[in-house]
């Protein structure tokens, strides 16, 4: 499964508008929950990661992989994606501000290891991130996708 299988139309916002970092988070939980993928309480779980941990899930320049450890929150393994209209700050000195939210919900270490690596391999090249970050629309973000694990394969 790829990750654009992985991100139904629910799981998707693009030129979404946070006010600061705890509501990019809440978007992205959102999309978990609306997928069916978590409950709200993984929400809470992965805001409180980041107030216990700091900023650690900004793990690129314009990039944060909000996530928790896997929970009774998790009810399957899911992504969601938030694409912001303007970038904002979590405190990270060396790749604020953020405008790409990916939340990450995973059964087991397993999955959250594949995704993450898959994801890393997407999001290493700038021009696909850029591409992915101006997307309009869920398909837009899914075609990107499946472009890039095809020219991959």
Avoid: C
């Avoid at 993984?42 to 990039?63: K, R, S």
């Avoid at 060396?94 to 790409?100: F, G, I, S, Y």
């Avoid at 999001?123 to 694990?149: C, N, S």
């Amino acid at each position: 499964m790829t990750l654009a299988d992985q991100l139904p139309d629910a799981a998707v916002a693009t030129r979404a508008h946070a006010a600061d970092w705890r509501d990019a988070v809440k978007l992205a939980g959102r999309g978990l929950v609306d997928q069916g993928a978590t409950t709200d309480r993984y929400t809470d779980e992965m805001l409180q990661a980041i107030d216990d941990h700091g900023p650690y899930i900004v793990i690129a320049p314009g990039f944060a992989l909000a996530h928790s450890r896997p929970s009774d929150a998790v009810l399957h393994t899911g992504l969601s994606w938030v694409a912001l209209d303007e970038p904002v700050e979590f405190g990270s000195e060396a790749n604020d501000p953020v405008r790409l939210v990916v939340g990450l919900a995973a059964t087991d270490h397993k999955a959250h290891l594949d995704v993450m690596a898959e994801l890393a391999g997407v999001l290493a090249d700038e021009a696909v991130l850029d591409e992915l970050m101006h997307a309009d629309t869920a398909g837009d973000v899914r075609a990107i996708l499946r472009r890039v694990a095809d020219d991959a394969s």
